[in-house]
């Protein structure tokens, strides 16, 4: 059984920071890209950060570009996203991604809510 699952959203004034993590129950979890994906009120799912397996090069929206930063701790199974200069713009619900050919698995995603 394959389990994603998100912690670490909450409500934050803006100009504050989150942390979030998503726990994998994947046993072959390094060799798998790993993403952050966000979902506003009214608005399509976006991406917001990837990281590779193969040399964990990162990708990043322009949207986020300098305030956010995914990282993957492959010995404990976990996926960050580190979000710095929270924007009320922000607010969404986010969701990690595991991506292997073929498979494609998500969790149910933690809200961020940032206050002006």
């Known amino acids: 059984q394959v389990q994603l699952v998100e912690s670490g959203g909450g409500l934050v004034q803006a100009g504050g920071s989150l942390r979030l993590s998503c726990a994998a129950s994947i046993r072959t979890f390094s060799t798998y890209d790993m993403g952050w994906y966000r979902q506003a009120p009214g608005k399509e799912r976006e991406f917001v950060a990837r990281?590779?397996?193969?040399?964990?090069?990162?990708q990043y929206a322009d949207s986020v570009k300098g305030r956010f930063t995914i990282s993957r701790d492959n010995a404990k199974n976990t996926l960050y996203l580190q979000m710095n200069s929270l924007k009320p713009e922000d607010t969404a619900m986010y969701y990690c991604?595991?991506?292997?050919?073929?498979?494609?698995?998500w969790g149910q995603g933690t809200q961020v809510t940032v206050s002006s």
């Open positions: 991604d595991a991506y292997r050919i073929p498979f494609d698995y």
């Open positions: 990281i590779r397996w193969i040399g964990g090069s990162t």
